[in-house]
């Protein structure tokens, strides 16, 4: 089994800066794409920034040149830096991450359990 635990949430001033973590540990053979989504209320979950096992990057236009997703490999772990925050980006925000458990099995995507992140004056 893998988990993931996310941290780093919480209740910011538009402006403000904000830096969530994600560590990912259990039964872990190779972790390949490892990402951050978010769900605002009545939303749809959408995709955030994603970040491969080589270090290629991709963001969803909303946060770009404003948020910066990283990993370091050998902590298993992602963050996700978030500067100039605005009130649109209230929401729950989820890891991901892409898991090969043993050589002979596929790849699965995991879920972290969310975390709050509030943006507001």
């Known amino acids: 089994q893998v988990q993931l635990v996310e941290s780093g949430g919480g209740l910011v001033q538009p402006g403000g800066s904000l830096r969530l973590s994600c560590a990912a540990s259990?039964?872990?053979?190779?972790?390949?794409?490892m990402g951050w989504y978010r769900q605002a209320p009545g939303k749809q979950r959408e995709s955030v920034a994603t970040?491969?096992?080589?270090?290629?990057?991709n963001y969803a236009d909303s946060v770009k040149g404003r948020f910066t997703i990283s990993r370091d490999n050998a902590k298993k772990t992602v963050y996700l830096q978030m500067n100039s925050l605005k009130p649109e980006d209230t929401a729950v925000y989820y890891c991901?991450?892409?898991?090969?458990?043993?050589?002979?099995?596929?790849?699965?995507?995991?879920w972290g359990q969310g975390t709050q992140v509030t943006v507001s004056s």
């Open positions: 991901n991450a892409d898991v090969r458990s043993t050589s002979v099995t596929l790849r699965h995507p995991y």
């Open positions: 259990g039964r872990i053979y190779m972790l390949y794409d």
């Open positions: 970040i491969s096992s080589g270090g290629t990057t």
